[in-house]
T-cell receptor, first 106, second 112 residues
């Protein structure tokens, strides 16, 4: 089973880019990388997903290394409302780990 | 569009009692998921439905938990009898595309 490793917590200054890493060294060739986030007392929210190529949408960018063993979620201009737990998932059946608690500070 | 609806939002019961949660997914979403989220942990998938059929229930404690999705729309999750360790938030999600799940607000269950 592909598993992920994420830092427990990270801080970011408001207005700066937040770069959240995720290691998934056992990922299979056909497994996607998904990112969700969970703001306090709410259900998780889909952010972005990718297979091999870098992806960008209105919320974030996803950078996947060429060997696919790690990825980085980038929030280009973090705001206080981006404070949340961010989950990196590499299984299609959505096994959430503990995630990274991102705190955006003024 | 309306989001995923869940009820009740909060429930307090004593151990050994039974409880049921209800979920109404987003219209047109064939896939429905139930998750359990214990405080401080990520959500744990309990069961996944595709229309009214079960796709994955490998992590559902079947001796006390049951779920159904009659007619492929609404779903109920039941716990009977409840244990203290069942205290958690129960999240329902639905999806049209498997990569993008939409979550409801959850039901916070406290077992005393």
């Amino acid at each position: 089973d592909a598993k992920t490793t994420q830092p427990t917590s990270m801080d970011c200054a408001e207005g700066r880019a937040a770069n959240l890493p995720c290691n998934h060294s056992t990922i299979s060739g056909n497994e996607y990388v998904y990112w969700y986030r969970q703001i306090h007392s709410q259900g998780p929210q889909y952010i972005i997903h990718g297979l091999k190529n870098n992806e960008t949408n209105e919320m974030a960018s996803l950078i996947i290394t060429e060997d696919r063993k790690s990825s980085t979620l980038i929030l280009p201009h973090a705001t206080l409302r981006d404070t949340a737990v961010y989950y990196c998932i590499v299984r299609g059946d959505m096994r959430f780990g503990a995630g990274t608690r991102l705190t955006v500070k003024p | 569009e309306a989001g995923v609806a869940q009820s009740p939002r909060y429930k307090i019961i004593e151990k050994r009692q039974s409880v049921a949660f209800w979920c109404n997914p987003i219209s047109g979403h064939a896939t429905l998921y139930w998750y359990q989220q214990i405080l401080g942990q990520g959500p744990k998938l309990l069961i996944q439905f595709q229309n009214n059929g079960v796709v994955d229930d490998s992590q559902l404690p079947k001796d006390r938990f049951s779920a159904e999705r009659l007619k492929g729309v609404d779903s109920t999750l039941k716990i009977q009898p409840a244990k203290l360790e069942d205290s958690a938030v129960y999240l329902c999600a639905s999806s049209f595309h498997s990569y993008e799940q939409y979550f409801g607000p959850g039901t916070r269950l406290t077992v005393t």
